[in-house]
């Protein structure tokens, strides 16, 4: 969901400066953490490029809390309201105040978090920025029928993004894949759900108590301003924010037992699609198990990958084939996608995805080949980290998933101490058969 993004600042945020190549850790910049007495939590990376800083507001709040029956779609719902304003800041003024800075503002919902950010300019303009923010998240205002006109976009918003037909192979899949976790549905939620939002005004306000305070959200700042001085504003804007002590019991998804299948008709002509997902681990800092399985989709499922040169380039049966394994708070779907050129090879290309993961679980990956990839990783990674908004982007991640920057560098302690013994018992130990969910799409006849 776009708002108000300003070109001009936004081309400002991404200009280059040197990355600081003393330090071994992977993310070589000095963080600070400080926690207000109602919990909020305060990410501060002071920087040496001039004038830019990034400010973000991230919110644990996704479609992983939305554990109700028929009260999904909520977290997505508040990206949308947090941008209606206050009454002491209203919406037209808050857009004009952004404006005057030559600021750019977002936001964004994910599984696990929603994320709002300003980028802007000057020193001089940071506590604005700090107690505009803060009056925003402490102050939000709607009322039932803002919440009532708001619903149709919503779901004007669903219909879009399930008129492609990739984004409805990945729904059905995780519908289909998940039996008790809330990652069940995607961040948009279902539809009948959304349909009934304009009824839901007071659980709104509920959900709106319980995540949207200080003991879930974090305030992450990156740039160019005085650590000490960012403090002393937030303390000034935010202490009076409430928190909820509020504790989410997400439900746990049970072991699948049996292998599920899923076939989904679209109405019209598309080129056909297949996802073979398993159940995989949560992520993790300290286990070897998500890091190993990392490294593997890079080798095997990349675009440098045997797979893939086979199937795209040399036989072209698929448009595209790619692996999809997210980090997520909670164990989540490992997945690997075909965008097949016609329906007849669907099962062809089924069966040679599980035939090189297979391999990957009988025979080891070669020393060299492993160090490759793990070097890609890196120099990968220092590229995002070359501009301050770069820098906030990754950050914001990893501190919704751990609270605590370092999580790069440890996650990348583990990249390196990964051997292709660990990726072999990896591959065995999650891509079973009865771990296994297929869900495959193509043009059809109106159902």
Known sequence: MVKNICTASIVLAFLSFPLVLWSSDVFPYDTRIEKLENGLTVVSVPLKNPHIISYYTIVRSGSRNEIEPGKSGFAHFFEHMMFKGTKNIPREKYDD?????????????????????????????????????????????????????????????????????????????????????????????YLEDIQDMPNQFEYSKLYKKRFYAPDNSIILVVGDYDHEQLIEYIKKYYGVWEPSNYELITPVEPPQEKAKRSHYKWPGQTMPRIAVAFHGPAFSDEKIDKAALDLLAEIGFSRSSP????????????????????????????????????????PYVEQEIFTELEYYKNEPIPEDKLEEVKSNMKYSLARQLGTTDGTAGVLAFYVNLTTDPNSINRLFDLYQKTTPQNIQ?????????????????SGGEEQ
């Not at 492609?164 to 729904?171: A, H, K, M, S, T």
């Not at 058969?433 to 297929?438: A, L």
């Open 97 to 189: 105040f952004l404006t005057e800075l030559g600021a750019g503002t977002n936001g964004y919902t994910s599984d696990d978090y929603t994320c709002y950010f300003v980028v802007f300019a000057g020193r001089e303009n940071l506590e604005k920025v700090v107690k505009t923010e803060a009056d925003r998240f402490i102050n939000l205002y709607y009322n039932e029928e803002m919440l009532k006109t708001e619903a149709p976009v919503i779901e004007g918003e669903y219909y879009s993004s399930v008129s492609n037909p990739g984004r409805r192979l990945y729904e059905t899949l995780r519908h289909e894949a998940f039996e008790k976790h809330s990652y069940k549905h995607t961040t948009l939620g």
């Open 307 to 346: 797979l893939y040169q086979r199937l795209v380039i040399e036989e072209q049966k698929c448009l595209s084939i790619y692996a999809d394994f997210p980090d997520r708070r909670d164990p989540p779907l490992l997945t690997f996608n075909a965008v097949v050129k016609q329906e007849e090879d669907l």
């Open 425 to 441: 018992e990896m591959a065995q130990k999650y891509f079973t058969k009865k771990n296994s969910t297929v869900v495959t799409l």
